[in-house]
């Protein structure tokens, strides 16, 4: 055989021409390698070589051109000759020992091949349509390998890692023989180097028994390391019985022996961390002869010493058995050179138990995230749901069997059992409704079917481990048939979980809400090729069952959705049959002859409804529609409008004030004021109709109650919206009931005009919250003192509108005494209450003018309300408006007979008694009188011309003014 010479040791040696050998002298020598490169390669052998290099390493070549070049010639030659295949070590073709190269290519071999973030998501998701039509993002889903390549390009190129096919390494190792004729600091370097770069496990541990049998002349050597924590922990052997003619392959179907912590000649030494030397196995107490006797095999002396990491913690007990060649036991010299080799070692099991772990974690992370794409993409079904979660709970975990047990939900409410750690309770006081569970591989029933997974679906399923979980105890329960836990003295059995199956191991565990109540149980059974399940399953256990209940929760959420939906169609139907104008009282109406507005004195300020009965205000609000000309405008259907006036009066509640009358008189003042006070002149025809509807919508099923009511109580309305919470339902409310058939008023407004009718009547019935007043007053009171405010600027009008519809709103307070004092008391009725209420259910003393007790200071309560809220705002108006002056004149004369009252110190039962009259309260104060506020009719002549005058301006450009 061809040979050349190597110096080794300080000595010349002639070694064999071997591949292993011209290796080890390549990578020794890497400056003959470029030498040859350089002076013999070609141009094209070189990017040839290249070319292989990079596929080799599941890289791509750095141009299109040298890809289509190496393309071109492997065409060419594949025609000629059969290419043999190159060899593909890395440390032939490292980067360090190539140097011709362009600085694209340097800083391609360098920099590992990194994507940026966005490019990054892109490769990992695509973007698919879900059965609804909705954009998801589904992960793509790759093969460990591919993802190892991710991993390679991120490491140096000579690492071995798990899964990669390596050489066999005792294909390219020396002999016994060849590594005795080297000296203990060579042959040292050499073995550590030999393990130094290998970060499999398996192939590790291999390599290291090897060299400790060839440190110590050893005839078989065992790994054994240490897992789980605290009194947890026991030792797996990873490999058992190595001797220099074992076969790597052979060593991954290995099965783990293994031995508890602390016991045995083994568990001794992890325990103590001390190493130990028996002369004859046979003499120590501790050695275990039931292996001899299974193996045949005889053991004599045994070497055994631990393997720490660099923090001194135990992570492994290395252990020889047999000096070979019948030396005798193992000698002082045997445990120094075992014990320096096992530094190294130590090191070297620690970075791959490291990566082990990272791989673990990124698999463990790229299942979790294909599990929340499953729950997120799916929420119809729970059937659905929970086959495509059982299915990816049997490959995270590598068991033939999974389950999910769901309790039973009376009205089918998520909510299940707070979970209280107690004495075991009896296990008949809860039960479950249905268990969802997927079987496979030999754990299927019917096998001859050639189905992968069996999926059954079982009603009331008994399960009495899956109830003791629920009921008891918030912790994993990890366990083997017949082992005894807390609760289960002779541990469980597949009769007791209700199975017919056989039972190896289980993995349990509760499926909790985030406020910790009990949805059901997640059991996983028959881990594959082990025992029972380890504590890294235990981990992702918890990730597992936690986003279990997650997909459950929403689906059991989305279902609730539905059946609410469901619901409120039902209540809408009911509300459109029982609310809705009947054709009888459509029918009563149409045969009425609707009276004029002055018959009806709806264009008087001073109104008052107490005349009307509840048809002849139908018939008034119809009258509204007909003299603003709103029904010819917008083709409104009168039998339409009939029907959709009894149906606000019907959706009005009969509360003490804020009901169908109080609405109606709204809508009247703000009739009024648009006719009487010509502010039709000023608006647009769809502000008209909005203003008019608003009015008489503004209040619709008005509870009687405020706000702070809502808002202290917790109430629906408060949940639903975020501020103004009675004013948004009212113009909900409005819009719901407008949409029932026949009711329609505004089908015949096109898609703009019907959205800024929308938009506007919207503004009106939200402007009716105090609060939305007290915002603007400051600035309407700013833009009415100018000389000559722009009310063709659209914020303007929309101020305007807004502190109208207040004025509207709190017009009572401008009635004639008798309508005021009636209306004062239905008023304080209504707020007194509201204070009951918060007494009475929330225990707390109520606002002031919501006290009962603080009943007889009405007359205070009322001029406070003039003062603070309704003087500037009558002020205010009138200043835009002086057509307005009788609304700010009632309102004086109101406050001075409220004055009055509280100077006499009039009690509130004296003032519902009916017998106060404006004789007997009204006194003369200078400076307050009513006639010193009365103007002449010449006066009121001039200021209606200047009213005029200023409307001109403002109505060229009206129809174009819409809300913002």
Same mark, same amino acid.
């Given at each position: 055989?061809?040979?050349?010479?190597?110096?080794?040791?300080?000595?010349?040696?002639?070694?064999?021409?071997?591949?292993?050998?011209?290796?080890?002298?390549?990578?020794?020598?890497?400056?003959?390698? !470029?030498?040859?490169?350089?002076?013999?390669?070609?141009?094209?052998?070189?990017?040839?070589?290249?070319?292989?290099?990079?596929?080799?390493?599941?890289?791509?070549?750095?141009?299109?051109?040298?890809?289509?070049?190496?393309?071109?010639?492997?065409?060419?030659?594949?025609?000629?000759?059969?290419?043999?295949?190159?060899?593909?070590?890395?440390?032939?073709?490292?980067?360090?020992?190539?140097?011709?190269?362009?600085?694209?290519?340097?800083?391609?071999?360098?920099?590992?091949?990194?994507?940026?973030?966005?490019?990054?998501?892109?490769?990992?998701?695509?973007?698919?349509?879900?059965?609804?039509?909705?954009?998801?993002?589904?992960?793509?889903?790759?093969?460990?390998?591919?993802?190892?390549? #991710?991993?390679?390009?991120?490491?140096?190129? #000579?690492?071995?890692?798990?899964?990669?096919?390596?050489?066999?390494?005792?294909?390219?190792?020396?002999?016994?023989?060849?590594?005795?004729?080297?000296?203990?600091?060579?042959?040292?370097?050499?073995?550590?180097?030999?393990?130094?770069?290998?970060?499999?496990?398996?192939?590790?541990?291999?390599?290291?028994?090897?060299?400790?049998?060839?440190?110590?002349?050893?005839?078989?050597?065992?790994?054994?390391?240490?897992?789980?924590?605290?009194?947890?922990?026991?030792?797996?052997?990873?490999?058992?019985?190595?001797?220099?003619?074992?076969?790597?392959?052979?060593?991954?179907?290995?099965?783990?022996?293994?031995?508890?912590?602390?016991?045995?000649?083994?568990?001794?030494?992890?325990?103590?961390?001390?190493?130990?030397?028996?002369?004859?196995?046979?003499?120590?107490?501790?050695?275990?002869?039931?292996?001899?006797?299974?193996?045949?095999?005889?053991?004599?002396?045994?070497?055994?010493?631990?393997?720490?990491?660099?923090?001194?913690?135990?992570?492994?007990?290395?252990?020889?058995?047999?000096?070979?060649?019948?030396?005798?036991?193992?000698?002082?010299?045997?445990?120094?050179?075992?014990?320096?080799?096992?530094?190294?070692?130590?090191?070297?099991?620690?970075?791959?138990?490291?990566?082990?772990?990272?791989?673990?974690?990124?698999?463990?992370?790229?299942?979790?995230?294909?599990?929340?794409?499953?729950?997120?993409?799916?929420?119809?079904?729970?059937?659905?749901?929970?086959?495509?979660?059982?299915?990816?709970?049997?490959?995270?975990?590598?068991?033939?069997?999974?389950?999910?047990?769901?309790?039973?939900?009376?009205?089918?409410?998520?909510?299940?059992?707070?979970?209280?750690?107690?004495?075991?309770?009896?296990?008949?006081?809860?039960?479950?409704?249905?268990?969802?569970?997927?079987?496979?591989?030999?754990?299927?029933?019917?096998?001859?079917?050639?189905?992968?997974?069996?999926?059954?679906?079982?009603?009331?399923?008994?399960?009495?481990?899956?109830?003791?979980?629920?009921?008891?105890?918030?912790?994993?329960?990890?366990?083997?048939?017949?082992?005894?836990?807390?609760?289960?003295?002779?541990?469980?059995?597949?009769?007791?979980?209700?199975?017919?199956?056989?039972?190896?191991?289980?993995?349990?565990?509760?499926?909790?809400? %985030?406020?910790?109540?009990?949805?059901?149980?997640?059991?996983?059974?028959?881990?594959?090729?082990?025992?029972?399940?380890?504590?890294?399953?235990?981990?992702?256990?918890?990730?597992?069952?936690?986003?279990?209940?997650?997909?459950?929760?929403?689906?059991?959420?989305?279902?609730?959705?539905?059946?609410?939906?469901?619901?409120?169609?039902?209540?809408?139907?009911?509300?459109?049959?029982?609310?809705?104008?009947?054709?009888?009282?459509?029918?009563?109406?149409?045969?009425?002859?609707?009276?004029?507005?002055?018959?009806?004195?709806?264009?008087?300020?001073?109104?008052?409804?107490?005349?009307?009965?509840?048809?002849?205000?139908?018939?008034?609000?119809?009258?509204?529609?007909?003299?603003?000309?709103?029904?010819?405008?917008?083709?409104?259907?009168?039998?339409?409008?009939?029907?959709?006036?009894?149906?606000?009066?019907?959706?009005?509640?009969?509360?003490?004030?804020?009901?169908?009358?109080?609405?109606?008189?709204?809508?009247?003042?703000?009739?009024?004021?648009?006719?009487?006070?010509?502010?039709?002149?000023?608006?647009?025809?769809?502000?008209?109709?909005?203003?008019?509807?608003?009015?008489?919508?503004?209040?619709?099923?008005?509870?009687?109650?405020?706000?702070?009511?809502?808002?202290?109580?917790?109430?629906?309305?408060?949940?639903?919206?975020?501020?103004?919470?009675?004013?948004?339902?009212?113009?909900?409310?409005?819009?719901?009931?407008?949409?029932?058939?026949?009711?329609?008023?505004?089908?015949?407004?096109?898609?703009?005009?019907?959205?800024?009718?929308?938009?506007?009547?919207?503004?009106?019935?939200?402007?009716?919250?105090?609060?939305?007043?007290?915002?603007?007053?400051?600035?309407?009171?700013?833009?009415?003192?100018?000389?000559?405010?722009?009310?063709? %600027?659209?914020?303007?009008?929309?101020?305007?509108?807004?502190?109208?519809?207040?004025?509207?709103?709190?017009?009572?307070?401008?009635?004639?005494?008798?309508?005021?004092?009636?209306?004062?008391?239905?008023?304080?009725?209504?707020?007194?209450?509201?204070?009951?209420?918060?007494?009475?259910?929330?225990?707390?003393?109520?606002?002031?003018?919501?006290?009962?007790?603080?009943?007889?200071?009405?007359?205070?309560?009322?001029?406070?309300?003039?003062?603070?809220?309704?003087?500037?705002?009558?002020?205010?108006?009138?200043?835009?408006?002086?057509?307005?002056?009788?609304?700010?004149?009632?309102?004086?004369?109101?406050?001075?007979?409220?004055?009055?009252?509280?100077?006499?110190?009039?009690?509130?039962?004296?003032?519902?008694?009916?017998?106060?009259?404006?004789?007997?309260?009204?006194?003369?104060?200078?400076?307050?009188?009513?006639?010193?506020?009365?103007?002449?009719?010449?006066? !009121?002549?001039?200021?209606?011309?200047? !009213?005029?005058?200023?409307?001109?301006?403002?109505?060229?450009?009206?129809?174009?003014?819409?809300?913002?």
């Amino acid at each position: 055989m061809p040979s050349f010479m190597k110096k080794l040791g300080g000595c010349v040696v002639r070694m064999p021409l071997t591949e292993p050998n011209v290796e080890r002298y390549l990578e020794e020598h890497p400056g003959f390698l !470029q030498k040859y490169v350089v002076t013999h390669l070609s141009e094209t052998d070189v990017k040839e070589l290249y070319e292989h290099w990079y596929q080799a390493h599941g890289r791509k070549s750095s141009t299109e051109k040298e890809r289509k070049r190496s393309r071109t010639e492997d065409e060419r030659r594949t025609s000629n000759t059969k290419v043999e295949p190159m060899d593909t070590k890395p440390s032939v073709l490292d980067s360090k020992h190539f140097t011709r190269k362009t600085s694209k290519e340097e800083a391609m071999d360098v920099m590992p091949s990194i994507e940026t973030k966005q490019k990054l998501a892109q490769r990992m998701y695509r973007k698919t349509i879900s059965r609804e039509g909705a954009p998801i993002l589904k992960p793509y889903r790759r093969s460990f390998s591919d993802d190892l390549i #991710n991993i390679r390009s991120l490491l140096p190129t #000579n690492l071995q890692l798990p899964g990669e096919p390596g050489d066999e390494p005792s294909a390219r190792r020396r002999s016994r023989e060849e590594w005795r004729q080297l000296n203990e600091p060579d042959l040292m370097m050499e073995l550590v180097r030999d393990i130094a770069q290998d970060l499999d496990l398996v192939s590790l541990c291999f390599k290291i028994l090897l060299n400790v049998g060839i440190l110590t002349n050893g005839d078989r050597c065992s790994l054994f390391l240490i897992f789980g924590s605290g009194d947890q922990r026991f030792l797996v052997s990873k490999l058992f019985d190595v001797t220099e003619d074992s076969k790597l392959k052979d060593m991954y179907a290995h099965k783990p022996i293994r031995i508890p912590y602390g016991k045995g000649i083994v568990g001794y030494v992890a325990e103590t961390g001390k190493t130990v030397n028996i002369a004859d196995a046979y003499q120590d107490e501790r050695f275990n002869q039931a292996i001899d006797i299974q193996t045949g095999y005889r053991t004599k002396s045994i070497l055994c010493m631990p393997v720490k990491n660099h923090q001194g913690e135990v992570v492994g007990v290395a252990q020889v058995i047999n000096k070979k060649d019948e030396e005798g036991p193992f000698t002082a010299t045997d445990e120094k050179i075992f014990e320096k080799y096992l530094v190294f070692c130590g090191i070297g099991i620690t970075n791959a138990l490291l990566f082990q772990s990272s791989v673990i974690m990124y698999k463990r992370s790229d299942s979790l995230v294909l599990l929340a794409h499953y729950i997120f993409e799916e929420q119809r079904d729970m059937k659905t749901l929970l086959r495509r979660v059982l299915k990816k709970g049997l490959e995270m975990f590598s068991s033939s069997g999974c389950r999910i047990l769901l309790l039973d939900m009376p009205d089918n409410s998520p909510e299940g059992h707070i979970i209280e750690p107690t004495i075991f309770p009896p296990i008949n006081q809860d039960k479950f409704a249905v268990c969802y569970e997927v079987w496979t591989g030999d754990d299927i029933r019917n096998k001859d079917s050639g189905d992968e997974y069996e999926f059954n679906k079982i009603i009331n399923p008994q399960d009495t481990l899956a109830l003791y979980i629920a009921q008891s105890t918030n912790k994993t329960i990890n366990t083997v048939p017949n082992e005894p836990f807390e609760g289960f003295s002779n541990g469980i059995t597949a009769e007791l979980m209700g199975m017919d199956r056989e039972i190896k191991n289980i993995l349990a565990m509760p499926i909790m809400t %985030e406020n910790r109540k009990v949805l059901g149980v997640v059991e996983i059974v028959n881990k594959k090729g082990e025992e029972r399940f380890d504590r890294n399953d235990e981990s992702l256990f918890e990730a597992f069952t936690l986003f279990c209940g997650l997909g459950i929760y929403n689906v059991i959420n989305f279902e609730r959705l539905l059946k609410a939906n469901n619901a409120q169609k039902v209540v809408l139907e009911i509300l459109s049959y029982h609310a809705s104008a009947s054709q009888d009282e459509v029918a009563k109406i149409e045969r009425v002859e609707i009276p004029t507005a002055k018959q009806l004195k709806i264009l008087n300020y001073e109104f008052a409804d107490m005349t009307l009965s509840n048809d002849e205000t139908i018939l008034a609000t119809l009258r509204m529609f007909i003299d603003l000309d709103l029904i010819n405008k917008f083709q409104i259907d009168n039998k339409n409008l009939i029907r959709w006036s009894i149906t606000v009066r019907k959706n009005y509640r009969d509360v003490m004030y804020h009901n169908w009358r109080h609405g109606f008189n709204v809508a009247q003042m703000m009739f009024a004021m648009l006719t009487s006070g010509e502010m039709n002149k000023m608006f647009s025809d769809i502000e008209v109709f909005a203003l008019l509807v608003g009015s008489l919508c503004h209040d619709i099923d008005h509870r009687g109650t405020t706000n702070q009511f809502q808002s202290l109580s917790n109430s629906p309305l408060a949940n639903l919206y975020s501020t103004s919470f009675m004013e948004y339902h009212h113009f909900n409310h409005f819009l719901t009931i407008s949409q029932v058939e026949g009711n329609n008023i505004f089908k015949t407004l096109d898609k703009e005009d019907y959205c800024k009718f929308i938009e506007l009547t919207k503004a009106t019935i939200l402007a009716t919250d105090l609060a939305v007043y007290f915002r603007h007053k400051t600035q309407f009171q700013k833009l009415v003192d100018e000389e000559s405010p722009d009310w063709v %600027e659209t914020s303007n009008r929309n101020l305007l509108r807004s502190m109208m519809i207040t004025g509207c709103d709190l017009s009572a307070i401008t009635k004639p005494w008798e309508v005021q004092r009636l209306v004062a008391e239905k008023i304080a009725s209504e707020f007194f209450n509201q204070g009951d209420l918060e007494r009475d259910i929330f225990g707390q003393a109520p606002a002031y003018m919501m006290d009962r007790s603080k009943r007889d200071e009405l007359p205070k309560m009322q001029v406070n309300f003039i003062d603070g809220i309704c003087m500037a705002l009558y002020e205010s108006l009138e200043k835009v408006n002086p057509l307005f002056r009788p609304l700010l004149e009632g309102c004086l004369a109101n406050r001075r007979n409220w004055s009055n009252l509280y100077e006499r110190r009039t009690s509130y039962a004296e003032i519902s008694s009916a017998n106060i009259s404006l004789s007997s309260i009204n006194t003369t104060r200078v400076g307050d009188t009513f006639d010193s506020l009365k103007i002449s009719d010449e006066s !009121q002549q001039q200021l209606q011309t200047q !009213q005029q005058q200023r409307l001109k301006t403002t109505t060229s450009d009206n129809s174009e003014q819409t809300e913002p």
